[in-house]
């Protein structure tokens, strides 16, 4: 009865390369959303997907991230030419429908060298 | 614009004694509020939440109070306990909308 897998625990990127962040939700969990901590802030909203689609990812940077949850397979967060202020946990969140608590993975934490 | 806000950065009570924190929010849409605590390296666990159609709801130690007229809700842990420290977050949503968290308050449980 596995939570949600977030996948690596710990990533380091050299600035300009690119980093891929993987979250496998509660299975029978449809939505996924994805959110930011920077060091001694709160939780920021990114993105929240369903299967195959984008419902809202108003938290998202225009350029550079881009998020997916296909029908097969973990739903993955792409940050490209990654720069140093993108370093933060990133923490994917699923539920069964919305209206119910998020359940948490234990978050990527990546560090821009 | 933040529209969830926890004022009080840390909270240091002792064991055994009430904790209060606190939690306001802006957006008077949001009809379902949730509070998650977070330890050190871990992602953010679940505790208690409430619709805005209740002013109160209660699990073991946790009790959580809604003041809609106010825009302010309140989590209560009673007794507190050392295994209790931990950064809580507040957090709110609308109707078919995304969860917006405040910034975590720092409670700290002294033995």
């Known amino acids: 009865n596995a939570g949600v897998m977030q996948n690596p625990r710990h990533l380091v990127r050299r600035r300009g390369q690119e980093a891929r962040l993987r979250c496998s939700p509660v299975?029978?969990?449809?939505?996924v959303y994805w959110y930011r901590q920077l060091p001694e802030e709160g939780l920021k909203f990114m993105v929240y997907?369903?299967?195959?689609?984008?419902?809202?990812e108003s938290g998202m940077p225009k350029e550079r991230f881009s998020a997916e949850f296909p029908k097969e397979g973990p739903s993955i967060l792409r940050i490209q030419q990654v720069v140093r202020g993108d370093s933060a946990a990133y923490f994917c969140a699923s539920s069964p429908n919305q209206g119910t608590p998020l359940h948490f993975g234990n978050g990527t934490r990546l560090t821009v060298t | 614009d933040q529209q969830v806000k926890q004022n009080s950065p840390s909270l240091s009570v002792q064991e055994g004694r009430i904790s209060i924190l606190n939690c306001d929010y802006t957006n008077s849409m949001f009809d379902y509020f949730l509070w998650y605590k977070k330890y050190p390296a871990e992602g953010p666990t679940f505790l208690i939440s409430i619709s805005s159609i209740k002013d109160k709801n209660e699990d073991g130690r946790f009790t959580v109070f809604l003041n809609k007229s106010a825009k302010h809700l309140s989590l209560h842990i009673v007794p507190s306990q050392p295994g209790d420290s931990a950064v809580y977050f507040c957090?709110?949503?609308?109707?078919?909308?995304?969860?917006?968290f405040g910034p975590g308050t720092s409670l700290s449980v002294i033995p």
């Open positions: 299975k029978g969990h449809s939505h």
């Open positions: 957090a709110a949503s609308k109707p078919e909308d995304k969860v917006i």
């Open positions: 997907l369903q299967k195959e689609n984008i419902i809202d």
